[in-house]
């Protein structure tokens, strides 16, 4: 799969949190994330992996209870069914990739 990029297409499941599905296979889906400052993501968790890289901005985030500041170039591994949040310090963008594929992310 080859997509061009535009900047059309985000969702918002959190308010202050937009989400685009750039592209997917068989077993990963990548995604783009913008985070508002002053935003939360609340706590869940998910079957999926999650994998992510801070392209800009700043965020504490918190793997099952322990926080880490996030700052451009970061990047993060949550395991499947390990509960996180994020509290949203700078307008920040990450790219994340879910494996397997989230079938609720899929465009």
Same mark, same amino acid.
């Given at each position: 799969? @080859?997509?061009?990029?535009?900047?059309?297409? @985000?969702? +918002?499941? /959190?308010? &202050?949190?937009?989400?685009?599905?750039?592209?997917? &296979?068989?077993?990963?889906?990548?995604?783009? #994330?913008?985070?508002? !400052?002053? +935003? !939360? *993501?609340? $706590?869940?968790?998910?079957?999926?992996?999650?994998?992510? #890289?801070?392209? $800009?901005? !700043?965020?504490? *985030?918190? =793997? %099952?209870?322990?926080? @880490?500041?996030?700052?451009?170039?970061? +990047?993060?591994? =949550?395991? &499947?069914?390990?509960?996180?949040? $994020?509290?949203?310090?700078?307008? +920040?963008? $990450? =790219?994340? /990739? #879910?494996?397997?594929?989230?079938? %609720?992310?899929?465009?």
């Amino acid at each position: 799969m @080859f997509v061009q990029h535009t900047d059309d297409g @985000f969702v +918002s499941p /959190v308010e &202050g949190i937009e989400m685009k599905t750039l592209v997917y &296979g068989e077993k990963s889906l990548l995604s783009r #994330f913008h985070l508002k !400052k002053g +935003s !939360k *993501l609340p $706590a869940h968790s998910h079957p999926h992996e999650q994998t992510g #890289f801070m392209v $800009a901005g !700043k965020m504490t *985030l918190y =793997i %099952d209870q322990e926080g @880490f500041l996030v700052e451009p170039g970061d +990047s993060w591994s =949550i395991p &499947g069914n390990v509960e996180h949040r $994020a509290e949203v310090m700078e307008d +920040s963008v $990450a =790219i994340e /990739v #879910f494996s397997p594929v989230r079938e %609720d992310y899929l465009p």
